[in-house]
């Protein structure tokens, strides 16, 4: 019995002790920190708020250049910052503002509208880039109405359409005042901003026909022009503070009253066969030209003349159906010499690339044009790319090491619409469409 009581009690103590070394287990050291509880994570990251985000400048004069503000703030927990303000219309300018702005901070963009040269509903934008991981382009809407402040007839410009270098040719327009109260306008002159070339282009005089309320400007070219499209703006003083100056716009399309749809023909070294190109030659209607003759330095270049294709559904010529199309006989430049230029059209046979002579090879064509500068043309067909027109390797799209490392260069701009693209390495032309001059 007493055996039995010994061994509950060494069974009692022998489980009072277990519990004790558990405790003992559990309770934390003496001078150990507890850890803190874990709780979300707070992400710092930039925000923009741009008040407004649609910029109304309600009804202005033509001339007026309003000036609006949005405001651009900061409401994020890092650090703003603002890469580029961007508008795809010259007519917008906006101000640079702080390129850092720090959580709360704000700045405020002016945004300016130049209504020269624009009438009617103003629908634009400028776009903010910034580091906001969230929206990192935001627009911003440009809306407003810009009203004329003088209308012109029978338009708000001076259009001639096509005119020869040798041409006098006057056109004008009737300017009335549809501001609210009478306007006195005086002839400054040509933008000083344009080239001296285009500003020589023409003779400005401004009439009074009632004071204050309609006056007449008149434009007249002064020969010899040059080539091309001269645009000049015709600056008009007012006595307006708010409009201090109307502008009426005056172009011209100048080319010879002889000229070939283009004086160089390029063909690439690593082409292997023979081509076919279309040349036309350009002239006046009421000045007809017929070709004599066509020669070339180099057996391996040719030309002959190809006969009128005429339409069997219309009975039009080519050239009648190609004018009729032309910019020339659009509304836009309604004009009396609308149609005025007609053409003659030649094949022009061209060797393969590897076989131009160093130094290019020429196709003459001689006209019955008693004028010197159009009773014989050239035409240049060469194999070496002209150095101002040649391109640079295009490189392939750098990765974001690259771009650490060093910037990409960037890939030269496309020739002018005059001079023709060289042929790709890895292709052979086929028959080519007529290779027509930018002005028609």
């Known amino acids: 019995m007493e055996s039995r009581k010994l061994q509950l009690s060494v069974g009692v103590c022998a489980v009072l002790v277990g519990f004790s070394l558990a405790f003992a287990q559990d309770k934390e050291p003496a001078g150990r920190p507890t850890p803190p509880a874990a709780g979300p994570l707070t992400l710092r990251i930039p925000q923009l708020e741009v008040t407004p985000t649609e910029l109304d400048y309600g009804q202005v004069w ?4 309003p000036i609006g503000e949005v405001v651009l703030k900061n409401t994020g927990t890092a650090p703003l910052e603002i890469i580029k303000i961007t508008a795809r219309c010259g007519c917008v300018q906006a101000n640079k503002p702080k390129s850092l702005l720090a959580p709360g901070e704000f700045d405020v963009l002016k945004i300016q509208y130049k209504s020269r040269n624009r009438v009617g509903q103003i629908r634009r934008g400028v776009t903010i880039q910034t580091n906001d991981p969230k929206q990192p382009l935001t627009r911003v809407k440009l809306t407003g109405e810009v009203k004329e402040i003088v209308e012109g007839e029978p338009g708000h410009s001076i259009a001639f359409g096509y005119v020869t270098i040798d041409e006098r040719v006057t056109k004008s327009v009737d300017l009335t005042v549809v501001y609210d109260e009478k306007l006195f306008l005086k002839l400054k002159g040509p933008d000083e901003k344009v080239a001296p070339s285009a500003r020589d282009a023409y003779e400005l005089k401004l009439e009074e026909i009632e004071p204050g309320v309609k006056y007449r400007l008149t434009a007249t070219t002064r020969p010899p022009l040059k080539p091309g499209v001269p645009t000049i703006d015709a600056i008009l003083e007012t006595d307006l503070e708010r409009v201090p100056e109307v502008a009426v716009g005056v172009r011209a399309i100048v080319k010879p009253r002889v000229s070939l749809s283009t004086s160089r023909y390029y063909v690439s070294p690593r082409l292997n066969r023979a081509t076919q190109r279309i040349l036309r030659l350009y002239y006046l209607t009421a000045q007809p030209v017929e070709i004599t003759r066509i020669e070339s330095d180099y057996a391996g270049v040719a030309g002959e003349l190809r006969p009128p294709r005429v339409n069997p559904k219309t009975g ?7 004018e009729k199309n032309s910019p020339a006989s659009r509304p836009a430049l309604s004009t009396p010499t609308a149609g005025r230029f007609s053409f003659h059209e030649i ?10 002579p160093k130094g290019g090879a020429k196709l003459f064509v001689y006209t019955d044009d008693p004028d010197p500068r159009y009773s014989k043309l050239v035409v240049v067909i060469t194999n070496e790319q002209s150095q101002r027109y040649s391109r640079r390797p295009v490189q392939r799209r750098p990765s974001a090491t690259d771009r ?3 910037p990409a260069q960037e890939p030269s701009a496309e020739p002018p619409a005059d ?3 060289p042929d790709k390495p890895d292709q052979e032309p086929q028959q080519r469409k007529p290779d027509k001059p930018t002005d028609p």
């Open 347 to 356: 094949t022009v046979q061209l060797p393969p690339g590897k076989d131009i």
């Open 62 to 65: 033509h001339g007026e250049n």
């Open 404 to 406: 650490a490392a060093e």
């Open 419 to 421: 001079v023709e693209k």
């Open 316 to 322: 039009e010529s080519s050239a009648q159906a190609d």
